[in-house]
């Protein structure tokens, strides 16, 4: 059974970090695309930032540049996400995705991506 599953959120106050995993069973990280995805309440999905399966190419929304960091450990078939200078409107639910084995050439819409994690909640606040 293909399956991700994502760890690491929680309650984080303004100005702080959290890293995120996902880690893939089933299948195998390192010839996949990766996504981390978001879900504020009330709002659409949006996409983070991607990795790229073969050359690593990453891939950051405008507004988490320079804030977030995505890389990969394929020994342990996990994709971090690691967030710094967090603020509340980063707060949402967050979801790892896997798409094609080629690079999408950016984030790629949703529905490029097949299997989804069940999502970890983050949570900024004082």
Do not use: H
């Amino acid at each position: 059974q293909l399956q991700l599953v994502e760890s690491g959120g929680g309650l984080v106050q303004p100005g702080g970090s959290l890293r995120l995993s996902c880690v893939g069973s089933g299948f195998t990280l390192d010839y996949t695309v990766i996504g981390w995805f978001r879900q504020a309440p009330g709002k659409e999905r949006e996409g983070v930032s991607s990795i790229g399966s073969s050359d690593g190419t990453t891939y950051y929304a405008d507004s988490v540049k320079g804030r977030f960091t995505i890389s990969r450990d394929d020994a342990k078939n996990t994709v971090y996400l690691q967030m710094n200078s967090l603020n509340p409107e980063d707060t949402a639910v967050y979801y790892c995705a896997a798409g094609g084995d080629t690079d999408y050439g950016g984030l790629g819409p949703l529905d490029w991506y097949d299997y989804w994690g069940q999502g970890t909640q983050v949570t900024v606040s004082s």
